[in-house]
């Protein structure tokens, strides 16, 4: 038999409900309770009997009504898997610091659930982890509030001596050596290092016990406790035969999920906050961020490899519960932050690829918190990493893939998703330059999701595979990511052109709408509309699509009619393309309208729908800059019906940026100075332009007429409509240029 620890090794803790155990049950079956049992009015009550089976697979039979059943049966449900979960992660806790030598106590939480307490208290004993005092009565706390309050830690020690006597324990919260010492000297049983680093928390225990507890000092009796910042990743770290008790917390979360770790972080000048577990992160994490870089393992597999004890990701699992915590409400991110950066700046970090991707999301997380400078280096230094790790090469998926066909793909992925980031990166920062766009790249190519989830990972095929495809008799589908990458080498293309002409001009533009014909022409059917059958979009192809149109927009809007105004010139949170040339007469009509066939497929995009959160934080960007080319052109082009039509697309996207910006700090300032340019622009426009709006002198873009067909599953307004006038050298427009002040 397995030994336990705590009250389960001396006998049942159910002594600990009291015998008003009835009361407490009615209590929470009334908060539980609606007014009116609509649910018992449907059933009825006529006697049913009901089998109640346990673990040990004794049933009892239960004769009443089926409503008083069916409201028993909830509450009941939750209470033991919120027990459950308490166990649970108590027993995980005392385990880890067993391992790590620790042979002294750890206590629960003092902090409960209203209405839970003795529930709470019950799983941590059967977790075999100490309940630390029932209630306010069972032992008197001294925090820093009744210690001003009184005057001085000796006044509060000796006020609560008083008045609790020899029965009552006194615990006194220190910030420092010195404030343990005192409250020692005036006869306080327990000192509570508190929000001490490991470090400093050895040091004042030791001097400490031996100055009081086993010099030649005065040899009072006392415990000393240690809390504040404590959680699974650090705990080991505190770990000293001079703590008598490492107080932690174990709260259990919803039914299905195995439980929320909560640990108390106090500091001298601010409250209580609390960090939830790296459980319920991890999932937000998946459910949010993982869909448009799908590189880390999938959530089944990275939970059943945590289990090993050399595991390899502790730095990348910080940086998941960190970005979790940002799509996490009832959390502050900031402390996530700080845990996963301060593991990912050690000196000693382990060039591993775990952490080459844990750099790769921490750099793209900061970046879009508007940290921009230290997401740049620290995907620099996730790039420099693989490419010493040899990432680039064939081999290396195998080499490092533990004899595991889905860590395998995890590394192919990783190098591709990396790719993309980088040269995403260059491009925001108006560089035509990024380190990985000229390392050759032998990487076999990923597999698409639905096999990476499944663990079914096929045969890789080869970028040579690809680059034939249209030869093959059967039609062969590739993963999102390969469709994706294949933009980006485009893009890449494109960028070389001008780095080695240094020009701007019609041939790079033909060369790039040739490439990105080519590209569309070739996409499977379930990869041109991101909107798959089942309703969920892919995310990976959403920012492909994204990632073609903002290309046909950069490429043909400094040779149309949509200028620059003053205001976008000057934008901070994202940069629009500058114009290299002035553009010329001839021409400027299909550039412009290919430029605003570009912002309609981008409309297209935004209102497919679905849960805006989790589409890829790199679309932000490119959202930003198609809205500005959109108010250009309700600015300069259009009247009537298609400015109202062009508006409602504005509104899309700051809509769109706000949505992101919810949780991304960098969405918000571009939807911000998106609304400043449509200020700076519309406020005053009230009919930009005068010509003849007969049918001669339009030109209809229908709904369906784009360069490749989405359909967005959405009945809006903003899809028909546009109309163009031909005669637009007629129209006054003018770029703002430094080296011209009225361009035409």
Known sequence: MAQVEGAPAHGAVAHLLPQTYKRYISEWLEEDTPSFDYGGFVVGDEESEAKLLGKSEVSQDCHCPVRKLLLGERVALNTLARCSGIATKSDRLLVLLRKAGYPNILAGTRKTTPGFRLVEKYGMLVGGVDAHRVDLSHMTMLKDNHIVAAGSITNAVRAAKSAGGFATKIEVECQSFEEADEAIAAGADI??????????????????????GRGTGDRKAFLVEVSGGLTEHNVEKYVCGD???????????????????????LTPDTSPAFQVSMDRLLELYYENFWPAFPLVLPFHFLRQRQMSENHGMDELLLVLQYVGSMYAPWTPSEPYFKTALDALTSPILAHTPFNVQALMLLAIAQYHNNMKEEGHRRLH????????????????????GESNPVLEESWRRTYYLLHVADQHLAIVSNSPIHTLGNVPNMVDLPCDDEYYEAGQIPRAATWQDYENREFEEVEVIYSSIVYLYDLVKIVASVMDMFLETGTFGEAMIERCDTKLAIWTSLLPACKKDPLRKDGRVDEVMFAAHMIAIITISTMHRPFSNLSLSPAEMTTQAFLS??????????GRAAHTARTLRAVEMHTKLLAIPCAIERHNVFTMCMSAQLAVAQISACANLLEDHALSIARDRVRLSIGFLNAMGSFWPLGKLMAREVRHIARAQLSNNQNTIAVDSGPATEIDLPRDEIIWPIDPSAQIDIYSGLMLPVDWDTTNFSYSSSTSSSLT
Not at 191 to 211: I, R, Y
């Open 191 to 212: 000192v509570m290092l508190d929000n001490f680093t490991p470090d400093g928390v050895k040091v004042a225990a030791a001097q400490l016990k031996e100055k009081w």
């Open 577 to 586: 393309p500058t114009p290299f040339v002035a553009p010329p007469k001839q």
């Open 381 to 400: 230094l996730a790039v420099s990493i693989a490419l010493e790790l040899r990432m680039n090469q064939k081999g290396f998926a195998q080499a490092y």
């Open 243 to 265: 703590i008598d008790i490492s107080l932690n917390v174990s709260l259990a979360n919803t039914p299905g999920i195995d439980a929320i770790h909560i640990t108390e972080v």
